[in-house]
T-cell receptor, first 114, second 113 residues
Framework: EPEVTQTPSHQVTQMGQEVILRCVPI?????FYWYRQILGQKVEFLVS????????KSEIFDDQFSVERPDGSNFTLKIRSTKLEDSAMYFC????????????FGNGTRLTVT | GESVGLHLPTLSVQEGDNSIINCAYS??????FIWYKQESGKGPQFIID?????DKRQGQRVTVLLNKTVKHLSLQIAATQPGDSAVYFC????????????FGTGTRLTVIP
């Protein structure tokens, strides 16, 4: 069964550094998402992406965050200057066409900011 | 915005018993609901979904019930197994045509052998 893959599985960075989290969505999917989950808390929406542009973003997704689909297979989340509170699991998700299709999630990248 | 929540934080059941995990939502315009299972160190895994024009949907050992009158959603797991131990989230797409999914706080299911 096709799946969403994310790399790296764990990223440690120093405060103020830039990080790029990478995702390969399911190949025929059209909608792409980033979510984050702070330890022990619920999964929070960050941003959705469709047709090569952001379709919606949450208030968490401020100017420090950006997303890009640099080629036909990858979908990246960049955090320009990481803060301690950015430490979390970051999940990429994708879904196919149609309002009634579920999001499929990757296994996440654990970001630790020190 | 998100409106899903009001889970019990934990639920313990004996192996072989049925489990019922509940979720309430407040947005009457919510159109589509999904149950996800999250095991430790993994991403949310799709279990079953239901659209707002349905009351019940069944899968393999799982059933989702939707009561739009009281804005309540439940996940029933038949003959619960140790592998069912995980955190279960209900999630909604808040309106027709929206693309984003909003998660509730989750219920941790522990299956006692």
């Amino acid at each position: 069964e096709p799946e969403v893959t994310q790399t790296p599985s764990h990223q440690v960075t120093q405060m103020g550094q830039e990080v790029i989290l990478r995702c390969v969505p399911i190949s025929n999917h059209l909608y792409f998402y980033w979510y984050r989950q702070i330890l022990g808390q619920k999964v929070e929406f960050l941003v959705s992406f469709y047709n090569n542009e952001i379709s919606e973003k949450s208030e968490i997704f401020d100017d420090q965050f950006s997303v890009e689909r640099p080629d036909g297979s990858n979908f990246t989340l960049k955090i320009r200057s990481t803060k301690l509170e950015d430490s979390a699991m970051y999940f990429c998700a994708s879904r196919g066409q149609g309002g009634g299709s579920p999001l499929h999630f990757g296994n996440g990248t654990r970001l630790t900011v020190t | 915005g998100e409106s899903v929540g009001l889970h019990l934080p934990t639920l313990s059941v004996q192996e072989g018993d049925n489990s019922i995990i509940n979720c309430a939502y407040s947005n009457s315009a919510s159109d589509y609901f999904i149950w996800y299972k999250q095991e430790s160190g993994k991403g949310p895994q799709f279990i079953i979904d239901i659209r707002s024009n349905m009351d019940k949907r069944q899968g393999q050992r799982v059933t989702v019930l939707l009561n739009k009158t009281v804005k309540h959603l439940s996940l029933q797991i038949a003959a619960t197994q140790p592998g069912d131990s995980a955190v279960y989230f209900c999630a909604e797409i808040p309106r027709t045509g929206a693309n984003n999914l909003f998660f509730g706080t989750g219920t941790r299911l522990t299956v006692i052998p």
